[in-house]
Nanobody, 119 residues
């Protein structure tokens, strides 16, 4: 089994910054693609940013130039630096990882961390 634990969410004013972290642990042989998703009330979960094992990144148009995704493969860590936050960025942010246990590759999700952007 694999666990993903997010941290770093909170309340921030518009224009502020937050850094989210995601720690993976458990039966891990290798972690493939990782990503951050978010879900606002009444909306579907959407991809915010993704990163491959080699560091290739992909961003939602709404966060390009403001958010930066990164990872530390040796530590099984994923990060999301969020700058110039807007009220519309408010949502529960989820960490996602495709984990190879050595036998198969499974999709895992964290429990989510709340980000609220408000004055």
């Amino acid at each position: 089994q694999v666990q993903l634990v997010e941290s770093g969410g909170g309340l921030v004013q518009p224009g502020g910054s937050l850094r989210l972290s995601c720690a993976a642990s458990g039966m891990i042989f290798r972690i493939d693609d990782m990503g951050w998703y978010r879900q606002a009330p009444g909306k579907e979960r959407e991809l915010v940013a993704a990163i491959s094992t080699r560091g290739r990144t992909n961003y939602a148009d709404s966060v390009k130039g403001r958010f930066t995704i990164s990872r530390e493969n040796a530590k099984y860590m994923l990060y999301l630096q969020m700058n110039n936050l807007r009220p519309e960025d408010s949502a529960v942010y989820y960490c996602n990882a495709k984990v190879d246990s050595g036998r198969q590759i499974d999709d895992y999700w964290g429990q989510g961390t709340q980000v609220t952007v408000s004055s």
